[in-house]
C-alpha cells in the first residue's frame, strides 16, 4: 500500500466551488454519541497516519481535521501484546479528537478484544477494515476478504458492537472485484449487525489503486442504509472536498493521500466554509509543519528512523514544486536529520525569497562536488 500512485490534483476552476457558504456541510453524529463537527476526515493510511502524521495534520489545518482514524492495526498483535501493535493505540487526546482506531483481522473473539483494547486506551470509535487489498492481510481472511464473507462479517461486527460502548463503524471497498460489486449488500449486513457509520473507497479489492474511485457506488450504498456513509477516494483539493459532498446521501469525505502531499486542506476546506479565500502556505510555514512532524515523530520513534520518515512526507509535499525534485534529491542523501533540514530550511527560506533560481545554483554545485568526490 506504501506503493499506491501519487495523485495529482484537479483543476478546480471547474467545480464552480468557491468561498461559502456551503449548505452541504454540515456535522453529523455517529451512534448517538460522537458528533463530527466538520464532515472531513482523515483517512486511515497503513505507515503513514501515526500520531505525529495526524498531529501535524491538525496542527496544520489548525484543528479543522473533523475525525482522525489510526493507521490499521493487527488484531492478532494487540491481543497478543507485540509491541508494535500496542505503540499504534497511542494518540494524544487534546488534539486527535475525535479519534477512531482501526483494527483488522478476521477472528471474531479476538476483534471483540482488540476492540476493547482501543476503547480502554482513548479511542471515540472503533473502525473495522474490509478494504485492505494487501495479500498477507488477504489471505489470512482479514481486509478486503471480509467483502466475500459477508455471513462471517455480519457475526464479526455484531460481537464488536457487543464488546464495546464506543460506537463501531466499517471501512469497505466497492467489492472485491468489477464483476462482484457487494458494498450495498456489505453496507446493509454490517448496519443490521450493529455499525454506525459507514466508509466506502470506491474501488475494488482487484482495482488496489489503479483507475478512478466510483463515487456512484458511495451514493448508492447512502441510498440503502440509514447510518451515516462516508465516501473516500481521489480528493485532491478543498474545492473537490466540498464539491464531493454533494453526492447523494453522503455524510462526510475522506481524504487520504492528498493530507500526504497537502496536510493544510484541512484547513482550507475550513477556510472556503467561513467564506474566506483559503489560506495559502509559504515556505516558512512548510518548514514550520516539517519541524514540528519531525519533533513529534522524535516522540515516539528512534532517531535513526526519523529521516525516513521525513523523507516520505517531504517527498510528497515538495511534488510539483519549482526545483522541489532537485531538493529531494539533495535531502534524500542526508544521513542525519540535522542534514535534511539544513537542506530543507535553505530550500524553503530562498522559495519565500524568489531565489530558488541560486539556490538551485548552490545545489547543484554541492552535488557535483558530491559526485566528483565519490
Ligand atoms: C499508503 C496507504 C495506506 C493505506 N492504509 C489503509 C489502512 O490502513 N486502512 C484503510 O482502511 N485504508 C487504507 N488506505 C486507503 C485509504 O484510506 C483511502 O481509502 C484510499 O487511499 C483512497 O483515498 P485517497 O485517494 O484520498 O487516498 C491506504 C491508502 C494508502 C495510499
Not at 319 to 334: I, T, V, Y
Request: glycine residues 10%.
Amino acid at each position: 500500500m506504501a506503493n499506491a500512485p501519487e495523485l495529482t490534483p484537479t483543476s478546480s476552476a471547474t467545480l464552480g466551488i468557491g468561498p461559502g457558504p456551503h449548505p452541504d456541510i454540515r456535522p453529523f453524529t455517529i451512534g448517538g454519541q460522537v458528533r463530527i463537527d466538520r464532515p472531513f476526515v482523515l483517512a486511515p493510511m497503513s505507515g503513514v497516519t501515526d500520531s505525529a502524521f495526524r498531529r501535524m495534520c491538525g496542527m496544520a489545518s489548525t484543528g479543522a481535521v473533523g475525525l482522525y482514524v489510526t493507521e490499521f492495526i493487527s488484531i492478532e498483535g494487540l491481543t497478543r501484546a507485540n509491541m508494535k501493535s500496542a505503540a499504534r493505540l497511542a494518540f494524544d487526546a487534546q488534539i486527535e479528537r475525535p479519534l477512531s482506531v482501526q483494527i483488522f483481522g478476521a477472528e471474531i473473539e479476538r476483534m471483540a478484544n482488540a476492540a476493547q483494547m482501543a476503547e480502554e486506551a482513548g479511542a471515540q470509535l472503533v473502525d473495522i477494515n474490509c478494504g485492505c487489498p494487501a495479500p498477507k492481510v488477504v489471505k489470512r481472511g482479514g481486509g478486503a476478504e471480509l467483502m466475500r464473507q459477508c455471513d462471517a462479517l455480519g457475526r464479526l461486527v455484531e460481537r464488536t458492537v457487543q464488546a464495546v460502548k464506543v460506537p463501531v463503524t466499517v471501512k469497505i471497498r466497492s467489492g472485491w472485484s468489477a464483476d462482484s460489486i457487494n458494498a450495498v449488500q456489505i453496507a446493509k449486513r454490517v448496519e443490521e449487525a450493529g455499525a454506525q457509520m459507514i466508509a466506502v473507497h470506491g474501488r475494488t479489492r482487484l482495482q488496489l489503486y489503479t483507475g478512478e474511485a466510483d463515487w456512484g457506488i458511495v451514493a448508492d450504498v447512502a441510498a440503502n442504509v440509514r447510518v451515516p456513509v462516508v465516501g473516500s477516494g481521489d480528493v485532491t483539493t478543498a474545492e473537490e472536498a466540498i464539491w464531493r459532498m454533494r453526492t447523494p446521501g453522503v455524510a462526510g469525505v475522506m481524504i487520504g493521500r492528498s493530507a500526504i502531499m497537502n496536510p493544510w486542506i484541512f484547513g482550507q476546506i475550513d477556510d472556503l466554509v467561513q467564506g474566506k479565500p483559503q489560506r495559502t502556505v509559504d515556505g516558512a510555514e512548510r518548514l514550520r509543519v516539517l519541524r514540528a512532524f519531525a519533533e513529534m515523530a522524535a516522540e515516539r520513534m528512534p532517531a535513526h528512523a526519523i529521516p525516513g520518515r521525513l523523507k516520505q512526507v517531504l517527498a510528497r509535499m515538495t511534488k510539483g514544486m519549482e526545483f522541489g525534485s532537485l531538493l529531494r534529491e539533495r535531502a534524500m542523501r542526508a544521513q542525519t536529520t540535522e542534514a535534511m533540514f539544513d537542506w530543507i530550511e535553505r530550500f524553503f527560506v530562498a522559495a519565500d525569497a524568489g531565489e530558488l533560481e541560486s539556490w538551485a545554483v548552490d545545489a547543484r554545485g554541492d552535488a557535483t562536488q558530491v559526485s566528483v568526490a565519490a
